[in-house]
């Protein structure tokens, strides 16, 4: 649960953490997705930025079913300035390239990491298609649910 823009929300989130292991059962999270991280790469690691190209753009490309959804690219450990190998204006350009916001943050020091989920969020709440009630049913709109207050002071886990 998160409140952003005066608005209570529940998300859900699945990682696979880039575990081959789960590529079979990635390509069904896609699916009626708002938005994705499609990577979050470590920015002292070339080969973790060269694999999103790759593997997670066509990925989502590929398996996504809503037009719409928000993508965003993540760099991670900006603590370590000094063993950086991808600069930040590569990761600008992959976003752009690929039409994904764009975030760098430390899960170390916790810099940007909410708001990794902050912009993603605000983005999708700013993209009216995204809002409109899916007539399949096939896909959760997670907006337009409302958790009770129990649930969410139970909850104490992604």
């Not at 390239?97 to 943050?105: I, N, V």
């Amino acid at each position: 649960m998160v409140n952003i823009a005066g608005k209570k929300l529940k998300l859900a989130v699945w990682d696979t953490a880039g575990q081959e292991r789960f590529r079979t059962l990635t390509s069904s999270y896609y699916r009626g997705a708002q938005g994705i991280i499609m990577g979050m790469y470590d920015v002292t690691r070339r080969e973790t930025f060269t694999n999103l190209s790759d593997i997670w753009a066509k990925e989502i490309d590929l398996y996504s079913t809503n037009q719409d959804c928000i993508k965003m690219l993540v760099g991670n450990k900006v603590d370590k300035e000094s063993e950086r190998a991808v600069t930040k204006k590569e990761g600008i350009d992959f976003a752009r390239e690929y039409g994904c916001l764009f975030l760098e943050c430390s899960a170390k020091t916790k810099v940007n990491v909410e708001q990794c989920f902050e912009e993603l969020v605000l983005k999708i709440l700013d993209t009216p298609s995204l809002l409109a009630d899916a007539s399949s049913g096939a896909k959760k709109n997670i907006f337009k649910q409302k958790a009770p207050e129990a649930d969410a002071a139970a909850s104490g886990c992604c």
